[in-house]
């Protein structure tokens, strides 16, 4: 009897105490479950950011592509003295071959660091190597009171590397978006030829040029 009536007297924290328990048991749970949605919210939105610039790399891949042939072909017909002594480039040239503006990179820029490490430095690296081909491209144009020349090595060579390191970057965000693989892959072959003549031929004249002077 005095042990019923102790634990009478206790009924009441053991109620609060089992309420309390119950509240925190909830609230773990809601937090569980808060930080799962999140979580997939999350990998939701690193796929639309993937998805978005996977568009915008395939145009730009294309077009690097276009533009470093075009260039390639340009100087090995105007620019190597088979035609005479013919300026290679001009603005209007340039005008042709320019590559089309970035929008999605610069607008996701700030969500870039949400995708997977090794896609985040591919990507950077690409649009790195794009950047660098559209500034030197203008460059190639003479300037009468620039007193040197551009070589195309300055535009072929970031353009062959913004074209092959769209690939990898491509199937990495193929993988993740569960997107079908592409088919095209843009042929830079005559680009490549033609910067590793004017290399070789930069590198056979510097070559000569030593060799008289000793």
Request: aromatic content about 10%; some cysteine; charged content about 25%.
């Amino acid at each position: 009897m005095c042990l019923y009536t102790e634990l009478k007297g206790w009924q009441g924290l053991i109620g609060s105490l089992m309420g309390f328990g119950s509240l925190i048991a909830g609230a773990l749970f809601n937090s569980q479950l808060n930080r799962k949605r999140d979580k997939l919210l999350r990998q939701d939105e690193m796929i639309a950011v993937a998805s978005a610039l996977y568009g915008e790399i395939l145009v730009q891949r294309r077009s690097v592509a276009y533009m470093a042939n075009a260039v390639a072909n340009r100087y090995w017909d105007w620019g190597t003295g088979k035609l005479g002594q013919v300026r290679p480039f001009d603005k209007h040239f340039i005008e042709w071959v320019s590559l089309p503006p970035l929008k999605l990179y610069p607008a996701l820029e700030a969500k870039i660091g949400m995708l997977p490490s090794d896609l985040v430095l591919e990507v950077v690296m690409f649009y790195a190597h794009v950047e660098q081909a559209k500034t030197w491209l203008p460059k190639l144009v003479d300037d009468p009171e620039r007193p040197f020349s551009y070589g195309i090595d300055f535009v072929l060579d970031p353009s062959i590397k913004a074209v092959e390191g769209a690939s990898k970057v491509l199937q990495i965000i193929e993988s993740i978006s569960k997107i079908t693989q592409t088919k095209e892959i843009p042929n830079i072959t005559r680009a490549r030829e033609v910067l590793k003549f004017e290399l070789e031929r930069r590198m056979q004249a510097d070559q000569g040029q030593f060799d008289l002077s000793q």
